[in-house]
């Protein structure tokens, strides 16, 4: 957040993605594994940053950070942040960003529930960032046959 904060912003929006106690048919669940393709994650991530400084040219300041390897629910996954002169600008880049990043970046989740252990559900094939639909008003993403309120993960 004090990175984050600048003078000529009025608006500052935090999204962080916890891990949930539950996945689509599994009950119980306790923790995740978060495995990333490296390589390209971090170039994809610089990409999307990179975009929605295009997209909203006032745009102050903007945090995109996801975790790797094991959490437990509760656990922060993801961050996002967005500083901006207002807010809705703010809440409209914070919005694209976290669905680009579920849309683009390689990474994948492994739940782990009372049932087993398996790679999760909600999946779908990476799209480039260059690629991706222009957001609405509010910056959603509307990927076709998928749910960005979800993701791929």
Wanted: with cysteine; proline share 6%; hydrophobic share 40%.
């Amino acid at each position: 957040m004090e990175w984050a904060t600048a003078p000529q912003c009025g608006a500052v929006v935090v999204f962080c993605g916890t891990v949930r106690d539950h996945a689509p048919g599994r009950p119980g669940v306790t923790g995740l594994m978060y495995e990333a393709y490296r390589q390209q994650a971090s170039p994809r991530l610089v990409s999307i940053a990179d975009s929605a400084l295009d997209r909203w040219a006032d745009l102050g300041r903007l945090v995109l950070l996801h975790r790797t390897g094991d959490l437990v629910v509760g656990e922060v996954a993801v961050v996002v942040v967005a500083a901006a002169p207002h807010r809705s600008e703010a809440f409209a880049a914070a919005r694209w960003s976290i669905d680009a990043v579920k849309a683009t970046v390689p990474i994948w989740k492994r739940e782990q529930w009372s049932g087993g252990d398996d790679w999760g559900t909600c999946t779908h094939d990476l799209v480039d960032v260059a690629d991706l639909p222009q957001p609405s008003a509010t910056g959603a993403l509307h990927l076709e046959g998928s749910d960005s309120s979800e993701g791929p993960r």
